[in-house]
């Protein structure tokens, strides 16, 4: 279970290509800690060693949107 918080640097873009790219980038490092940046956002996610069952992202969008869930 990751706890996803980002911090805008720029309006956000269309977000079918935001989580298309960030589900990538998500697949591809495997996280434990790790904090990247991409499409202009900075990004830090936290692994909290929950069960693996399935992954939760918690997307927090500062002003535009409060949450946004999904599933891996």
Known sequence: MFLILILFSATNPPKF?????FRRAVNSHNPKNFSTKFMG?????????????????????NSVEPFIRFFK
């Open 17 to 21: 290509l935001f989580y298309k790219k």
């Open 41 to 61: 956002y900075q990004l830090s996610i936290i692994d909290n060693n929950f069960y693996n069952t399935s992954t939760e992202f918690s997307i927090l969008v």
